[in-house]
């Protein structure tokens, strides 16, 4: 099959759900400022020319908090995302978040499938916030995303919302997240998905009832 094709043979083969991030999660005024000329657009599948991967705080400690995944279950899909990626020759960001204090670095296994990737250190909590992740996403010149993150709700959903204002296209890929309580993935998915804006506001574009 060709490598153009990864996501529904070799990405989704390891067990990977992915999950497309709806475009309308910021406030109005962002919104405005930030929209794209054409927010209509037909579909373009994901493909080894065109994605990039983003893999977010997966560290020691973070890992030891996580309730929603078995934690052998969690690492097993990170690797298994990882090594697709490098084997399709995707760039890959990777980033933790202050690594040298209780957080930990990020886990064994993940460093040992991704040799020689630059792992950068932040103290931003929204991983677009960090100049150095940002500009290393925007080198990669791939205008589909795909992130994973822990946490879910927060590590995976902020900078695939900020992706998507940005005008790019933003995947989770969240069998290779994890959370806190079930509650706080449930937050998260919603987040994600959700068509209306913070605080009640209306999506302008929303006919809905």
Same mark, same amino acid.
């Given at each position: 099959?060709?490598?153009?094709?990864?996501?529904?043979?070799?990405?989704?083969? $390891?067990?990977?759900?992915?999950?497309?991030?709806?475009?309308?999660? $910021?406030?109005?005024?962002?919104?405005?400022?930030?929209?794209?000329?054409?927010?209509?657009?037909?579909?373009?599948?994901?493909?080894?020319?065109? $994605?990039?991967?983003?893999?977010?705080?997966?560290?020691?400690?973070?890992?030891?908090?996580? /309730? *929603?995944?078995?934690?052998?279950?969690?690492?097993?899909?990170?690797?298994?995302?990882?090594?697709?990626?490098?084997?399709?020759?995707?760039?890959?960001?990777?980033?933790?978040?202050?690594?040298?204090?209780?957080?930990?670095?990020?886990?064994? &296994?993940?460093?040992?499938?991704?040799?020689?990737?630059?792992?950068?250190?932040?103290?931003?909590?929204?991983?677009?916030?960090? $100049? /150095?992740?940002?500009?290393?996403?925007?080198?990669?010149?791939?205008?589909?995303?795909?992130?994973?993150?822990?946490?879910?709700?927060?590590?995976?959903?902020?900078?695939?919302?900020?992706?998507?204002?940005?005008?790019?296209?933003?995947?989770?890929?969240? *069998?290779?997240?994890?959370?806190?309580? &079930?509650?706080?993935?449930?937050?998260?998915?919603? /987040?994600?998905?959700?068509?209306?804006?913070?605080?009640?506001?209306?999506?302008?574009?929303?006919?809905?009832?």
């Amino acid at each position: 099959m060709e490598r153009r094709r990864f996501l529904q043979s070799i990405v989704l083969g $390891a067990g990977t759900t992915i999950l497309g991030v709806a475009p309308a999660a $910021a406030a109005t005024n962002f919104r405005e400022k930030n929209a794209m000329p054409n927010p209509t657009r037909f579909y373009e599948p994901l493909t080894s020319e065109n $994605a990039a991967l983003v893999l977010i705080d997966h560290q020691v400690g973070l890992m030891t908090g996580v /309730r *929603d995944y078995s934690i052998a279950e969690l690492k097993h899909n990170v690797v298994g995302l990882a090594k697709a990626a490098k084997t399709l020759k995707l760039p890959i960001v990777v980033t933790t978040t202050a690594r040298d204090s209780m957080w930990g670095p990020t886990f064994p &296994e993940l460093v040992e499938a991704l040799p020689g990737v630059q792992i950068i250190d932040r103290s931003s909590v929204n991983a677009f916030d960090d $100049a /150095r992740v940002a500009h290393a996403i925007e080198t990669t010149g791939r205008r589909k995303l795909i992130f994973a993150g822990l946490s879910l709700e927060v590590c995976a959903a902020f900078p695939a919302i900020t992706a998507v204002n940005k005008g790019l296209d933003a995947y989770v890929a969240v *069998d290779a997240c994890g959370t806190f309580s &079930e509650t706080k993935r449930q937050l998260g998915l919603l /987040r994600m998905t959700s068509w209306r804006h913070p605080l009640g506001l209306r999506d302008p574009d929303d006919r809905s009832p």
